[in-house]
C-alpha cells in the first residue's frame, strides 16, 4: 500500500483539513469574542483609529459568524472568502507601516491567513463538516459522502 492509498483509506485530507479549519478560524473567534466582550474599550480603540461603531459591530459580526461558519463547516467557503479579504483589507489599511517591524510581522501575518482562507474556499471543507452532515440527512442517505475530487485531478467547481 502506498503512502497516498493509506492516507485516502484513513482519510487524512479531511482530518487535515478540519484541523486547518480550527487552526485557521481560532484567531477571529478569539479576536471577535475579545472585542465583544470589552466593547467599551474596544470602540475607544476603534476610534483612536478612525473607526466608527457600525463598523466596530460588522468586524464582530464577520469575526465570530464566519469563524464559526470556517471552524464547523457551514458555508465555510464563503466565511473563508470573507475571511480572506477582511485580511487583505486589515493588512492594507492598518499595517503599512514597515518601518516598524512589528507592523510588518503583523501585515505579513494577515497576508499569510488571507492565503489560508482563499486556498480554503478552493478546496472545501471536507467530510468533517456540518455541511456534508446536513447534505446527507437532505438527501436521506448515509452521512459519509463520496471523496470530493482534488483539485491536481481534474476541474471542480467552487459551489459557495
Known amino acids: 500500500m502506498t503512502p497516498i492509498e493509506l492516507a485516502e483509506k484513513l482519510h487524512a485530507r479531511d482530518a487535515v483539513l478540519l484541523a486547518g479549519r480550527l487552526l485557521l478560524s481560532l ?20 476610534a483612536a483609529l478612525g473607526v466608527g ?16 461558519s470556517v471552524a464547523l463547516g457551514i458555508l465555510a467557503r464563503l466565511g473563508a472568502i470573507g475571511l480572506g479579504l477582511f485580511c487583505l483589507m486589515t493588512a492594507g489599511l492598518f499595517h503599512t507601516n514597515f518601518a ?19 486556498i480554503l474556499a478552493l478546496s472545501g471543507s471536507g467530510r468533517l463538516s456540518v455541511d456534508r452532515v446536513l447534505a446527507g440527512l ?10 470530493e475530487q482534488h483539485l491536481s485531478v481534474g476541474e471542480t467547481s467552487l459551489p459557495v
Do not use: C, R, W, Y
Not at 53 to 68: D, K, M, N, V
Not at 139 to 146: A, H, M, R, V, Y
Open 27 to 46: 484567531i477571529f473567534v478569539h479576536e471577535g469574542l475579545e472585542l465583544a466582550t470589552h466593547f467599551e474599550g474596544a470602540q475607544k480603540a476603534m
Open 53 to 68: 461603531t457600525p463598523l466596530l459591530l460588522a468586524t464582530i459580526a464577520l469575526q465570530l459568524g464566519a469563524g464559526l
Open 100 to 118: 516598524s517591524q512589528n507592523e510588518l510581522l503583523h501585515f505579513e501575518k494577515d497576508l499569510a491567513i488571507a492565503g489560508g482562507m482563499f
Open 138 to 147: 437532505a438527501k436521506d442517505t448515509k452521512i459519509d459522502p463520496p471523496i
